[in-house]
């Protein structure tokens, strides 16, 4: 057996390398782009009763709780309220179109003197449609037009500014799926590293609905012998199909839906947030 080697070696042309054959994926991908960050949530989304009815509710809660606060304003003494925007130096959210800001209050005296620290609004800053909920301008007064106090005529009264319930229910799913698809491409690589050991190593399989099965002996993965083929629901999806004749696949990547997602809304006004 040395010898067939050495001779081999021999006969090889000078400067020439052996290459074992390149091993093809079994699978092929499709789309992967679509689950890039930038996803746009564009005008024309039909928004279901449901959906609407949850936007009123929450935009609602956000405004009475900007009224409690120039309640609490007034009845400290303050004549006026500043509002100042803040822009992160790294927008949060990756959202085509939208930028987060940062609102804060604070009371001022008639000298126009800060009376309070700033207060951020909404407490909770866990979405970026929260913040369309907000005061008028930059700087308002809680004192009412008073005909014989020239002082009230030309400021601008405080009162709660609110979005449009499609403008609001764009941010609410924008600020959803400003976070990607998360750890779901991890968990999609885990499904297709076992579907390529399956199609490679040419496993037995059976394919019922939405999950492939193999047989699992001396399997690589132990016991857990089933391939997730996908999923349907509008968030960031997938599609395994498998050609079983010829042990190959194909997955394809899909972006979201927004008028998909948008038939299944829940509002959890605790948080103050809603989910898609």
Known sequence: MRFLFALFCVLLPLGSTFEAPAVSDPITISGFANWSDEVQVSEGVHW????????????????????????????????????????????????????????????????????????????????????????????????????????????????????????????????ELSFGPGNLPDVVNYELSKLRYVLSNKIPFEIVGQKLTFRGVGSPFGSDNKVWLGSASGWFDFKINVDAKNWKARVDYFSPDPQKLSENTTLDLASRMIHF
């Open 48 to 175: 279901s009763p449901s959906s609407k009815l949850a936007a009123k509710r929450l935009i609602a809660r956000l405004g009475a709780d900007l009224d409690s606060m120039l309640v609490f304003y007034k009845k400290r003494g303050a004549e006026d309220v500043l509002t100042t925007y803040r822009k992160p130096v790294q927008q949060i959210l990756r959202v085509y179109g939208l930028k987060y800001e940062e609102i804060s209050y604070q009371s001022l005296n008639s000298a126009g003197k800060k009376m309070s620290r700033e207060y951020v609004f909404p407490k909770m800053q866990v979405s970026y449609a929260n913040n369309l909920v907000r005061l008028n301008a930059s700087k308002c007064s809680l004192r009412g037009f008073e005909i014989f106090n020239i002082g009230t005529w030309f400021k601008t009264q405080c009162q709660v500014q609110k979005p449009s319930v499609d403008v609001f229910l764009r941010a609410q799913m924008a600020t």
